[in-house]
């Protein structure tokens, strides 16, 4: 459903992503891990066009996208791809001057043009998923960690996006309240969500993910289940690298 080749990056004379492939399964969760650097960020950006790739094709649900110095993007394929798609962030980036709800609903009045009324009771719904029904009228700053990342989520849900991306989601957090974060990716994983998650939390991986990628020098060494990649790795390099799990 969800198909990335031959994708690279570079930012000045590093090249971060060197020829990318990934398939993202429809209704399942691809954890992305890797060393620090390996260009986990920078994958999760061009995938919903932070970043613009500099060689590759994306193919999200519609008509592949293809990246090629000089080569102008359709104004209108690049907005199709940043609203199939929501993004979380380690470092939750809701606006502090707004309160829950109002961070879940800014982007569908702004960006989407939907009513107030519309986007109020979409942002209520998708507050209540994340079990924070009580707080939509608190700002972030009066929020804990836990529940400023799980605004971020219902944020990041807000207009249906057909693939959720998380950099690091719990990864600025303590283990008790990353465990709340992990509680509400579980549950819309079970719902069926299509998440593609970088994280080095090889526990969260190996536990929440159905498809496991690894990420080195910006190309993917080895795919597969998480036993596979946990248990059965076949590249030195993952062997080396999940290690640090047994
Ligand atoms: P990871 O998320 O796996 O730790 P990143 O994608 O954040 O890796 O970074 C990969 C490399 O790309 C690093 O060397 C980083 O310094 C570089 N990089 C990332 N973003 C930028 C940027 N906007 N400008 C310059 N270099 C960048
Ligand atoms: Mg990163």
Redesign the pocket.
Known sequence: MIRVSGIHKR??T?E?LRGIDLEVRKGAVTALI?P????????LRCLNLLEVPDRGQLELDGPPIRFEPGRRLDSRQVLAIRRSTGMVFQNFQLFPHRTALGNVMEGLVVVLGWTPETARARASELLGKVGLAEKADSYPAMLSGGQQQRVAIARALAASPKLLLCDEPTSALDPELAAEVVEVLGALAGEGTTMLI?THDLRLADRMAHHVAF?QDGVVVEEGSPDRLFRQAADPRTIRFVRTLA
């Open positions: 930012f000045g590093n971060v890797g620090s650097g390996s260009g986990k960020s920078t994958l970088a990420l």
